[in-house]
C-alpha cells in the first residue's frame, strides 16, 4: 500500500476542520451542558462518541474512530451503525449475544435507565477480542427531550482477561488439589479452560512407555466434541516431533500458532476429509503447552481459539504454562501416591504368612480379603507360630493410613513374637504391645486377640478386638470378655480366659471386616449372620469352614468392601484322620518346634 | 450443615461449647467428612461436644477418630464431650474396644 503524505495531510486537515465545526455546531446545541462535554472530550481518553435521535455519528473522537476500527471521522460517519456491529461478535459477561437493543444509548432513545454494560467483541475477520464497558447518558435539549446520547467506551481487555485468568488458575488449581484421581481432574480443568480461555481445551499424556493418550477434550458445545472424535481418527501412530502437540512432547517447549491461516490447514490435512474437519473446527489460533517436571514430559494442553474467532495471545500462553505446570505436579503427586499406595498394601499383604504352618492335631485355615484401595487402611494381621511348648495365634487390626498401618503391624507382630520369648502368656502379651504402642510418638492402637495353644487347652486374651467363637456341634459361642484396645488408654489390663477344645471343636477368630460388611441397604453382616454362617459349618473342615464364610460374605455384600476382612479357624481333628493321629505325637514333636519357630521367624 | 447420604453432620454453637450432632453411619468412607467439618469449624480451646446419639453405625476408624480427638483434647487442654449414641450397632466397637468407659462419654445429651 503506497503512502501519499500530502494527501493524507490534506485528509487530516480536513477531518480536523470538519470535525471542529461538528463540535462548534454541538456546542451550539448543547448550550446547557457546554461545560460538561468541554470537560468529558477534554479529560478523557476513552473513546467518546455522540450519536443523534437516529443513531447517526454526530461526534466521535479519535480514541473511538480508532477503537472502532476506521481511519477516519468520515468512514465511521458514513457507515450506519447496524454495518458496525455486523463486523463484531458481540456476547454478554453472562455469555449471551448482545444485539444493538442492548445497548445503552440505544436504550436510552428508548426512554430506558441504562446501566453500564460489559460486553465482549469479537472482530469476524482479525480474531481480536475485545472487552469493553458502555456507559452511556442523554443530552437533553432545552425542552428536556433526548437530543442525543453520548456513549464512553471504556476498553477493559486486559482487565477483564486477567480477571478471567485468575479465576481460571485458581479454580484450575483447587480442582488440581482436590482430587488424587489426575485423569478426571484433567477433565474439570479442560472443562474450566472453556469458554473463557478458550474455545476448546484438550489434554494428551504420555504413558511410561512414551505412547500419547488424550484424556480430556472439552468445548463449550458438547455438540461440537464429535469433531474431536472424528480428528483423532486422523491421528498418526507416530506424530511428526518437528510439528504441532509431537513437537511439544519431544522438544518440552511450547508452541503458539498466534494465527493459524488455511494454507497451514491443507499443508496439514491428511486427505480431503481431514481438511474438511479441520476447517469446520475454524481453527483460528492455537497453542501448546507441555506438562513438564523438570527434564520429564508428561503430556501436553492444547487450547484453541476457533469459531468465536478469539486469537489466542501471549498471556494466554503465559496463563497455560502455569497450569500445565501445576497439573504436572498434580500428576506427579496421584502417581506416587498410588505407587505408594500400592506399596503399602503390598506391605501389609507381605506381613501376613505365606503359608500357615501345621499344628500337630489341628486343622489351621485362614483367609484374608484385603479392602479397596482408600487413604486409611485397616491393616489386619495374623500369624502362628510355636514358643517352647505351646502354639501362639494372634490376630489383630491396625487403622491408619498407608504405610504407616503397615509400618505398625509389622511392628506390632515383631513385638509379640519378640515378647513371647519371654513370657508366653496371652494377656502379658498384650501388655506388652500396648506399652510398645504407648511409646510411640503419635498415636498407634490396634486391636489383637490372643490364644496359647499347649494340647487341646487354649488360652486367650482380648485387646478391643472380636471376642472369638467356639464353632461345634453343640452350637456357637464366644469366648473370653473384651479387653481395651492396645496403645489407646492408660491403666489397661486384660485379663485370661481358657478353654478346652474337643475333637471337632472350632475355634473361629476374626476381624470387624466380616461383621461390618455391608449388604444390601446399607445392612451389615453382623455378628447374626456371622453365628448362623459358621453353625452350619460347624462339622465342615477348617478349610471348608473359613472358605464358606467367604463365599457367604461374599454373597451378602454389594459393592466392594471397604475395609480388610481376615479370618483364621483353629480345629481341633476328630480321631482318625491324618491330624488325630499327629495328635497323638504332639509330645514327641514339641522338641522340633524350635525349628518350626526359625523357620517362620 | 454437611450432608451425604449416610451421614449428617449438623453444627450448633451453644455459648463457648461447639456441638455436632452426627447421625447415620461413621465409618471407614465418612470418616474423613466428620474429621474435615472438625477441622473447619472447632478451635482450640473452645470445648467440644459430639452428640452420637444418631448414630446407627461405628466402625474401628471411627473409634480411632474419637480417641485422636481425647488424645488431642488432652493435649491441648480442652474440654471433649461425647454423648453416646441410641443405637447398640454403634456403641458395640466402643463396647468391645473398652472405649465407652475409657472416653469421655456423658450420660446424656446435655439440655
Known amino acids: 500500500m503506497g503512502l501519499d503524505s500530502e494527501q493524507l495531510i490534506q485528509d487530516l486537515a480536513e477531518a480536523e476542520r470538519e470535525r471542529e465545526q461538528l463540535v462548534q455546531e454541538l456546542r451550539h446545541a448543547l448550550r446547557g451542558s457546554e461545560r460538561r462535554f468541554e470537560a468529558i472530550v477534554g479529560s478523557l481518553t476513552d473513546a467518546v462518541t455522540i450519536r443523534d435521535r437516529e443513531h447517526r455519528f454526530l461526534y466521535a473522537n479519535s480514541a473511538a474512530i480508532a477503537h472502532l476500527g476506521f481511519d477516519s471521522w468520515e468512514q465511521l460517519r458514513d457507515t450506519p451503525p447496524a454495518q458496525i456491529m455486523k463486523d463484531y461478535l458481540v456476547w454478554g459477561e453472562d455469555g449471551g449475544v448482545i444485539s444493538m437493543d442492548d445497548i445503552p444509548s440505544v436504550r436510552i432513545l428508548r426512554g430506558e435507565q441504562a446501566e453500564p454494560l460489559l460486553i465482549r467483541t469479537v472482530h469476524q475477520e482479525t480474531g481480536a477480542e475485545r472487552w469493553n464497558l458502555l456507559k452511556a447518558a442523554p443530552l437533553l435539549d432545552e425542552d428536556g427531550e433526548v437530543e442525543a446520547t453520548i456513549t464512553i467506551i471504556e476498553e477493559v481487555t486486559e482487565r477483564k482477561r486477567a480477571e478471567l485468568r485468575d479465576a481460571f488458575l485458581a479454580q484450575a488449581s483447587a480442582a488440581l488439589a482436590s482430587s488424587l484421581d489426575y485423569e478426571q481432574t484433567l477433565r474439570n480443568v479442560a472443562q474450566l479452560a472453556v469458554p473463557d480461555i478458550a474455545d476448546w481445551c484438550a489434554v494428551d499424556l504420555l504413558d511410561e512407555d512414551g505412547d500419547r493418550r488424550t484424556v480430556a477434550v472439552a468445548h463449550v458445545d458438547p455438540q461440537r466434541l464429535s469433531l474431536a472424535e472424528a480428528l483423532r481418527g486422523y491421528v498418526p501412530e507416530q506424530l511428526d516431533p518437528e510439528r504441532g502437540i509431537g513437537r511439544v512432547l519431544h522438544t518440552g517447549e511450547a508452541v503458539f500458532y498466534a494465527e493459524i491461516p488455511d494454507e497451514m490447514l491443507v499443508v496439514a490435512a491428511i486427505d480431503e476429509r481431514h481438511l474438511e474437519l479441520l476447517r469446520a473446527v475454524g481453527f483460528h489460533s492455537a497453542l501448546i503447552v507441555p506438562m513438564r517436571l523438570g527434564e520429564r514430559i508428561l503430556g501436553a494442553m492444547t487450547l484453541v481459539g476457533a469459531e468465536s474467532g478469539r486469537a489466542l495471545d501471549r498471556f494466554d500462553l503465559e496463563l497455560s504454562e502455569q497450569v500445565a505446570a501445576r497439573a504436572a505436579v498434580a500428576i506427579e503427586n496421584s502417581r506416587l501416591y498410588s505407587a505408594r499406595s500400592s506399596i503399602a498394601r503390598t506391605l501389609q499383604q507381605s506381613l501376613l504368612p505365606e503359608q500357615l504352618p501345621e499344628i500337630t492335631g489341628y486343622e489351621l485355615a485362614s483367609i484374608y480379603l484385603p479392602g479397596v484401595e482408600t487413604s486409611m487402611v485397616g491393616g489386619d494381621f495374623y500369624d502362628v507360630w510355636a514358643v517352647r511348648d505351646s502354639w501362639l495365634i494372634v490376630i489383630g487390626d491396625v487403622t491408619g493410613k498407608g504405610i504407616d498401618a503397615a509400618a505398625l503391624t509389622a511392628l506390632v507382630r515383631h513385638t509379640v513374637r519378640t515378647a513371647s520369648e519371654f513370657d508366653a502368656s496371652p494377656s502379658r502379651l498384650l501388655e506388652f504391645v500396648d506399652a510398645t504402642l504407648k511409646k510411640r510418638p503419635v498415636l498407634s492402637v490396634c486391636t489383637a486377640m490372643c490364644v496359647r495353644l499347649q494340647g487341646d487347652r487354649a488360652t486367650l486374651a482380648v485387646g478391643g478386638h472380636p471376642l472369638p467363637l467356639h464353632v461345634s456341634s453343640e452350637g456357637v459361642r464366644e469366648l473370653g470378655e473384651h479387653g481395651p484396645l492396645l496403645g489407646a488408654f492408660a491403666d489397661a489390663c486384660w485379663r485370661e480366659h481358657e478353654v478346652h477344645l474337643k475333637p471337632g471343636a472350632t475355634l473361629l477368630a476374626y476381624t470387624d471386616g466380616i461383621t461390618d460388611a455391608q449388604g444390601q441397604g446399607d445392612v451389615r453382616f453382623g455378628l447374626g449372620r456371622l453365628r448362623e454362617a459358621v453353625a452350619e459349618l460347624a462339622d465342615r473342615p477348617a478349610a471348608e469352614m473359613v472358605d464358606g464364610l467367604a463365599r457367604r460374605l461374599a454373597e451378602f455384600q454389594t459393592g466392594a468392601h471397604s475395609d480388610d476382612t481376615a479370618a483364621i479357624a483353629l480345629r481341633r481333628a476328630v480321631a482318625g484322620t491324618a491330624g488325630a493321629d499327629r495328635a497323638q505325637a504332639h509330645e514327641v514333636t514339641r522338641a522340633g518346634t524350635a525349628s518350626a519357630m526359625s523357620a517362620t521367624a | ?111
Do not use: C, K, Y
Open chain 2, 1 to 111: 450443615m454437611v450432608r451425604q447420604a449416610r451421614i449428617t453432620i449438623s453444627e450448633e454453637v451453644r455459648g463457648a461449647n461447639l456441638q455436632l450432632s452426627i447421625d447415620g453411619e461413621l465409618d471407614i468412607s465418612t470418616v474423613p467428612l466428620l474429621e474435615a467439618q472438625i477441622e473447619a469449624t472447632h478451635e482450640s480451646p473452645t470445648p467440644l461436644t459430639l452428640d452420637l446419639s444418631g448414630l446407627t453405625f461405628m466402625d474401628s476408624s471411627g473409634l480411632r477418630l474419637l480417641i485422636e480427638l481425647s488424645e488431642r483434647s488432652r493435649r491441648e487442654a480442652w474440654q471433649l464431650s461425647l454423648v453416646p449414641s441410641r443405637h447398640e450397632s454403634a456403641n458395640l466397637v466402643l463396647r468391645i474396644t473398652g472405649a465407652d468407659t475409657a472416653l469421655p462419654f456423658t450420660e446424656r445429651a446435655p439440655e
